[in-house]
C-alpha cells in the first residue's frame, strides 16, 4: 500500500514511518513545507491537522479518492468537523497507540476492496440479467412458493429483485445435494433457494414438501409440477433462445443443452425432451465430441 504521511511532528512521523515499513507499505513522509512537490497518488493519506485549515482543505480535495486519516491534536470544528465535512474519512486522536492507527488504515482499505468488488459485482449481474423480461410478474405474499421454467436465470433474477426489494437474506441449497435437509432445518436466512426440485424422486418431493411447511423459500423446478400444493408461478420464456442478443447453431444449441442437463436427466429422459431417440443423442454425442460429466 502506498501511504503519504503529512505531519510535522517529526517524531511522531519517524515512528509511524518505521511501523508501516515493517509492515510491508511504501511509505513517503512530508513536512507542510513541501506540499507543492506532492505528485504522486496515494492509497492512504495520514494528514495532521495541526497544519492551516486551508492547507488541509486543500489536500483532502486534492486527494479525495483516497483514503484520508486524520491525526487530530485536539478537536474542534477546523481540526476535525470541517476535514470530515470536507472529505476526509476519519480520524485518531493524539497521542495514538499505532496498532489503533494500522487498524484503521487495513479497515478503510478492506472497505475500499469490498466496495470495488460490490461494484463489479452490479456490473456482472445487471449485464447477465440485461435481456431477461420479467416485469409482468407480480412479487407474490405466499410461501412456499415454486417457479416453474425451462431457464433458470429467470427465477434467479425473479430471486434477487425479490430480496432487494424485501431486503431479504438468502441461503442457496442444492436439492440433489444429500444434506439438503439438514441446511434447510439449519439455515438462519430469511429466505431459502432450493434448486434442482425437478431432479427428485417423488417420494423425496414428498420429503422436501414436509420440511418446508410453513417456510419462506422458492423452488426452482425444469419441469411442470401439478401435484406441488402450495403458491407457484411460470414463466413463459418465449426468447429464451435469444436472451444473450444472438441465434446459435443448432448443432451449438444441442451442445449446450447435454452440457447443461447432462447432470440433471439420464440419457433416456434427455433425448426424450431433446425429441430425439437415446441412439441419435449417442451418434450426436460422439459426431459433435460431447464428452460426459463424470
Not at 517524531?11 to 511501523?19: D, F, G, N, Q, T
Not at 486519516?69 to 465535512?85: A, K, Q
Not at 447453431?249 to 451442445?255: D, E, G, H, T, V
Request: glycine share 2%; charged share 30%.
Amino acid at each position: 500500500m502506498n501511504i503519504l504521511i503529512i505531519e510535522n511532528e517529526m517524531y511522531l512521523a519517524e515512528k509511524i514511518v518505521s511501523r508501516l515499513l515493517d509492515e510491508g507499505h511504501i511509505c513517503d513522509y512530508i513536512e507542510s513545507s513541501n506540499i507543492s512537490n506532492l505528485t504522486k497518488n496515494y492509497d492512504t493519506i495520514l494528514l495532521s491537522t495541526s497544519l492551516p485549515y486551508n492547507l488541509c482543505k486543500k489536500i483532502i480535495q486534492k486527494y479525495k479518492q483516497s483514503t484520508i486519516l486524520l491525526l487530530v491534536s485536539y478537536i474542534s470544528n477546523e481540526t476535525l468537523t470541517s476535514p470530515l465535512e470536507n472529505g476526509a474519512d476519519d480520524y485518531i486522536i493524539k497521542p495514538f497507540i499505532m496498532d489503533e492507527l494500522l487498524r484503521k488504515i487495513y479497515h478503510y482499505e478492506d472497505y475500499k476492496n469490498i466496495k470495488m468488488e460490490l461494484t463489479r459485482l452490479k456490473t456482472y449481474i445487471d449485464f447477465t440479467f440485461e435481456n431477461i423480461n420479467i416485469d409482468n410478474y407480480a412479487i407474490p405474499n405466499t410461501f412456499p412458493l415454486l417457479i416453474e421454467t425451462k431457464c433458470q436465470k429467470y427465477a434467479d433474477k425473479f430471486l434477487l429483485n425479490l430480496s432487494k426489494m424485501k431486503k431479504l437474506s438468502i441461503d442457496f441449497i442444492s436439492l440433489n445435494l444429500h444434506t439438503w435437509k439438514k441446511d434447510i432445518l439449519e439455515s438462519k436466512k430469511d429466505l431459502l433457494y432450493l434448486s434442482k426440485y425437478h431432479i427428485l424422486k417423488k417420494n423425496i418431493k414428498e420429503q422436501v414438501l414436509k420440511v418446508i411447511k410453513n417456510k419462506k423459500c422458492i423452488l426452482v423446478s425444469f419441469d411442470e409440477e401439478e401435484a406441488f400444493p402450495y403458491h407457484k408461478i411460470r414463466f413463459n420464456e418465449e426468447n429464451t433462445l435469444f436472451v444473450n442478443g444472438s441465434i446459435i447453431s443448432i448443432n451449438n444449441y444441442l451442445k449446450l443443452i447435454v452440457h447443461s442437463f447432462q447432470d440433471k436427466y439420464p440419457d433416456t429422459e434427455l433425448s426424450k425432451k431433446l425429441g430425439i431417440s437415446r441412439k441419435s443423442l449417442w451418434e450426436k454425442r460422439k459426431k459433435l465430441n460431447i464428452s460426459r460429466k463424470k
